[in-house]
């Protein structure tokens, strides 16, 4: 079956980071798929997601914190976030950060929470 991504589609989360959807559908409740972009100089909040996370490094360069633990990141990097771990992510370069977030369950808006900073 083939999923249609309008790429164009994005919008900016009080998360501080701009998203679009590439799979996030009724019939898939296992899994979602959806392109990040942080700005240079971003962080974004904290935040908490039910669901075990995938961030895939596509471009860009950052640093990656995850409960306590704190990792840069570039291009073909992955990070594991697992279900209900506070994180975050900066954009520690030049350029925009850009990342899969892959949600398994999928992401649902109910199950993200911020946190104070």
């Not at 989360?13 to 998203?19: D, L, P």
């Not at 640093?63 to 520690?92: H, L, M």
């Amino acid at each position: 079956m083939y999923f249609p991504t309008d790429l164009t589609t994005e919008f900016y989360t009080s998360e501080g980071c701009h998203i679009t959807e590439v799979i996030n559908r009724p019939d898939h409740e296992d899994v979602s798929i959806a392109r990040a972009r942080v700005e240079p100089g971003v962080t974004t909040r904290w935040h908490t997601v039910e669901a075990r996370e995938i961030y895939y490094i596509l471009a860009g360069s950052g640093r990656a914190e995850v409960g306590d633990e704190t990792q840069d990141v570039g291009p073909g990097d992955a990070v594991s976030i697992p279900f209900g771990v506070r994180q975050r992510i900066a954009n520690t370069g030049t350029e925009d950060l850009i990342f899969l977030c892959v949600c398994t369950p999928k992401f649902r808006q109910e199950g993200y929470r911020e946190l104070e900073d």
